[in-house]
């Protein structure tokens, strides 16, 4: 058992390697070889897209690298798994988009928007997942 005295030299030590240790993770993580935000490859049409997406509450109902809603499909590798073309018309239609019996709202978006919202896509697209090739819902029923 130990005593008053190195109990409290423990726990001093304990919590200054911790301290240390977590600085020393803090710097590593901030160094710009370690950066996985693909921040660079970000321009007006990329900001754009993103404005559509918030307006548009599309992660009401959508996810983006697991954050958001579950009732649509997760959409971080979508331009991947889709193509920019079947996104546009989904964002163009005059009509409810009802893929797998769920219906999307219509945003009768023109080209240029919809080519945001996909600019924005493709980016999301491109942030380093650390080894996972993709995001599923976990309420996907399959995955698509």
Not at 2 to 15: D, M, V
Not at 20 to 31: A, D, E, N
Not at 61 to 83: D, F, N, Q
Not at 101 to 120: C, L, P, W
Request: net charge positive; charged share 25%; proline share 4%.
């Amino acid at each position: 058992m130990l005593s008053k005295s190195q109990a409290r030299a423990f726990f001093l030590g304990g919590t200054l390697v911790t301290f240390l240790i977590f600085i020393g993770l803090t710097i590593y993580s901030f160094m710009p070889r370690n950066d996985q935000t693909n921040y660079t490859k970000i321009d007006k049409q990329v900001v754009r897209g993103k404005e559509l997406w918030e307006t548009n509450n599309c992660m009401g109902c959508h996810s983006i690298m697991g954050e958001g809603g579950y009732y649509a499909p997760e959409l971080t590798k979508v331009v991947e798994r889709r193509g920019e073309g079947y996104i546009k018309a989904a964002l163009m239609s005059p009509v409810p988009w009802a893929p797998n019996g769920r219906k999307m709202v219509v945003y009768k978006m023109n080209e240029k928007d919809a080519d945001a919202v996909v600019a924005y896509l493709k980016w999301i697209g491109k942030i380093d997942l650390n080894g996972f090739d993709r995001v599923v819902s976990p309420l996907a029923k399959e995955n698509n």
